[in-house]
């Protein structure tokens, strides 16, 4: 069954064009955005989401579907593609950050995990590939630990150290409790047939739906407007190979475009201030290398989608 394209035009970042011509597309959806996009950015009040709900919904629900959503900023709508799923499923999330905040705003990009937890449909979600600060003292910070405990959430960090925390969480797949310390089983430590062995082997159903933040790939192989991660482009598209050749991929969404912070919203100016490291964008190189790297996604995650034990 050939995939289909979605872009959901947020901020103008995804290079549309590109992308219709870097694979066998069945079709090619755009679902507009760009009005509701400042409103969506970083953290959303319900009354936006709800009308980026409605619009979404308005569009046809093409399956399997590759969908494009512009600056990592609005990874929170991946909560939205995620509930139309009909059928219980994993996430399988791959991001320099957990996204598990329980302190943000309900519809954050830092926090829209909790969100998909929350799906009926959503047996687990896997996130892999964290190495951001976030996991140093996760309890403080926020963190869902509760999920991590009750094995509702896996986490594979590519390369983290120890994280303390103040109450004893149950071994999960990607990690283990000792001595007051989550001890994390990093994928960057072992051989990557292992590390993907690791990773599949977390994921309880046959099928699996796949959202990708570029921010978990070094800066030389993506330019986005946070942190970015070590786990290498390489090992990405042959984890996205393995997922497609062992489980049924329902679809997927990818975030991380570049695109400038323009905010109008005082709070948020500042949040993006706080968090996010300043990026020149000037060199035309660096956003011609993230179209690159979408392109290859895209061919990856086709083939993921229409190989035989995706059908």
Same mark, same amino acid.
């Given at each position: 069954?050939?995939?289909?394209?979605?872009?959901?035009? %947020?901020?103008?970042?995804?290079?549309?064009?590109?992308l219709?011509? /870097?694979?066998?597309?069945?079709?090619?959806?755009?679902?507009?955005?760009?009005?509701?996009? =400042? #409103?969506?950015?970083?953290?959303?009040?319900r009354?936006?989401?709800?009308?980026?709900?409605?619009? @979404?919904?308005?569009?046809?629900?093409?399956?399997?579907?590759?969908?494009?959503?512009?600056?990592g900023?609005?990874?929170?709508?991946a909560?939205?593609?995620?509930?139309?799923?009909?059928?219980?499923? %994993?996430?399988?999330?791959?991001?320099?950050?957990p996204? $598990?905040?329980?302190?943000?705003?309900? $519809?954050?990009?830092?926090?829209?995990?909790?969100? +998909?937890? +929350?799906?009926?449909?959503?047996?687990?979600?896997?996130?892999?590939?964290?190495?951001?600060?976030?996991?140093?003292?996760?309890?403080?910070?926020?963190?869902?630990?509760? /999920?991590?405990?009750? !094995?509702? &959430?896996?986490?594979?960090?590519?390369?983290?150290?120890?994280?303390?925390?103040?109450?004893?969480?149950?071994?999960? =797949? !990607?990690?283990?409790?000792?001595?007051?310390?989550?001890k994390?089983?990093?994928?960057?430590?072992?051989?990557l047939?292992?590390?993907?062995?690791?990773?599949?082997?977390?994921?309880?159903?046959?099928?699996?739906?796949i959202?990708?933040? #570029?921010?978990? &790939? =070094?800066?030389?192989?993506? &330019?986005?407007? $946070?942190?970015?991660?070590?786990?290498?482009?390489?090992?990405?598209?042959?984890?996205?190979?393995?997922? !497609?050749?062992?489980?049924?991929?329902?679809?997927?969404?990818?975030?991380?475009?570049?695109?400038?912070?323009?905010?109008?919203?005082?709070?948020?100016?500042?949040?993006?201030?706080?968090?996010?490291?300043?990026r020149?964008?000037?060199?035309?190189?660096? @956003?011609?290398?993230?179209?690159?790297?979408?392109? +290859?996604?895209?061919q990856?995650?086709?083939?993921?989608?229409?190989? =035989?034990?995706?059908?």
């Amino acid at each position: 069954m050939p995939a289909h394209l979605r872009i959901l035009d %947020t901020d103008a970042s995804v290079d549309a064009a590109a992308l219709a011509g /870097a694979a066998p597309w069945a079709s090619v959806t755009h679902v507009e955005l760009a009005d509701l996009g =400042p #409103k969506l950015r970083l953290w959303s009040r319900r009354k936006y989401i709800d009308a980026a709900r409605a619009r @979404i919904g308005a569009a046809a629900d093409l399956r399997p579907s590759i969908t494009f959503m512009g600056s990592g900023d609005f990874h929170h709508l991946a909560a939205l593609l995620a509930e139309r799923v009909e059928e219980p499923f %994993t996430l399988l999330h791959f991001d320099n950050h957990p996204d $598990w905040v329980r302190l943000a705003p309900r $519809w954050h990009c830092g926090a829209w995990v909790n969100r +998909a937890l +929350a799906l009926p449909n959503v047996q687990r979600v896997v996130t892999v590939g964290v190495c951001s600060d976030d996991l140093v003292d996760p309890g403080r910070k926020g963190g869902n630990l509760p /999920a991590l405990d009750a !094995g509702r &959430l896996a986490l594979f960090p590519w390369q983290h150290a120890p994280s303390r925390v103040r109450r004893h969480t149950a071994d999960g =797949p !990607g990690h283990a409790w000792r001595d007051g310390q989550i001890k994390w089983r990093n994928l960057a430590e072992m051989p990557l047939p292992d590390a993907i062995d690791m990773v599949l082997s977390s994921i309880p159903t046959e099928a699996v739906w796949i959202t990708i933040d #570029k921010d978990v &790939l =070094p800066e030389r192989e993506a &330019l986005t407007n $946070w942190d970015q991660g070590q786990m290498p482009l390489a090992a990405l598209l042959a984890m996205l190979q393995a997922t !497609g050749q062992r489980k049924r991929v329902l679809g997927a969404d990818i975030c991380g475009e570049y695109s400038p912070p323009r905010h109008a919203n005082w709070f948020k100016r500042i949040e993006a201030r706080m968090d996010q490291p300043a990026r020149d964008a000037t060199d035309r190189q660096r @956003i011609e290398d993230n179209t690159r790297t979408d392109c +290859a996604l895209a061919q990856t995650l086709i083939e993921a989608c229409t190989t =035989p034990a995706a059908a």
